[in-house]
T-cell receptor
Framework: DTGVSQDPRHKITKRGQNVTFRCDPISEHNRLYWYRQTLGQGPEFLTY????????KSRLLSDRFSAERPKGSFSTLEIQRTEQGDSAMYLC????????????FGDGTRLSIL | DQQVKQNSPSLSVQEGRISILNCDYT??????FLWYKKYPAEGPTFLIS?????DKNEDGRFTVFLNKSAKHLSLHIVPSQPGDSAVYFCAASARSGAGSYQLTFGKGTKLSVIP
């Protein structure tokens, strides 16, 4: 059973550097979501892809953030000029098309900004 | 403005007894509700869900109840087992104009099942 895969699991970087995370969704899932989770909070929605099209972005997604899903399969999330406040767990989830389909999450990438 | 609230940060239950986790929501547009379980250093794992057209859904030891008039849902675990010890998140969704079913989460309840 191949679930949602995220890479890397941990990323430590200095403030001001760029980072990129990768998500491989469950293969037959055409919906893909990115969330961010900070300590003591539930995950918060960042952005949504339907196949290769990025259809929705949260206001949490500043212009330093960009996400792609070039062929409707894997997705990348890039953060440019990282700031202390970007430290968080970045979670990817995927689901099937249709109403009331549960989202399945990867184990996330934990980002620490020094 | 928190649209999904889990008012109990933690809950301790004896092994074999019932665990009841509660969740309240404010957005009447939510029509699909889910519970996730999360162990440390892992992502949330989907447990059970319920559509707004139902008031109960059962899967093995897990039952979710939905009271739409009160905007309240609960997760019952019977019997509770030590392996159920984890953080439980309540989540809700409504279809957006862009076709997204983004989830809105509560802050979670940490369940400890005592052997």
């Amino acid at each position: 059973d191949t679930g949602v895969s995220q890479d890397p699991r941990h990323k430590i970087t200095k403030r001001g550097q760029n980072v990129t995370f990768r998500c491989d969704p469950i293969s037959e899932h055409n919906r893909l979501y990115w969330y961010r989770q900070t300590l003591g909070q539930g995950p918060e929605f960042l952005t949504y892809f339907q196949n290769e099209a990025q259809l929705e972005k949260s206001r949490l997604l500043s212009d330093r953030f960009s996400a792609e899903r070039p062929k409707g399969s894997f997705s990348t999330l890039e953060i440019q000029r990282t700031e202390q406040g970007d430290s968080a767990m970045y979670l990817c989830a995927s689901s099937l098309w249709g109403n009331n389909q549960p989202q399945h999450f990867g184990d996330g990438t934990r980002l620490s900004i020094l | 403005d928190q649209q999904v609230k889990q008012n109990s940060p933690s809950l301790s239950v004896q092994e074999g007894r019932i665990s009841i986790l509660n969740c309240d929501y404010t957005n009447s547009m939510f029509d699909y509700f889910l519970w996730y379980k999360k162990y440390p250093a892992e992502g949330p794992t989907f447990l059970i869900s319920i559509s707004s057209i139902k008031d109960k859904n059962e899967d093995g030891r897990f039952t979710v109840f939905l009271n739409k008039s009160a905007k309240h849902l609960s997760l019952h675990i019977v019997p509770s087992q030590p392996g159920d010890s984890a953080v439980y998140f309540c989540a809700a969704s409504a279809r957006s104009g862009a076709g997204s079913y983004q989830l809105t989460f509560g802050k979670g309840t940490k369940l400890s099942v005592i052997p």
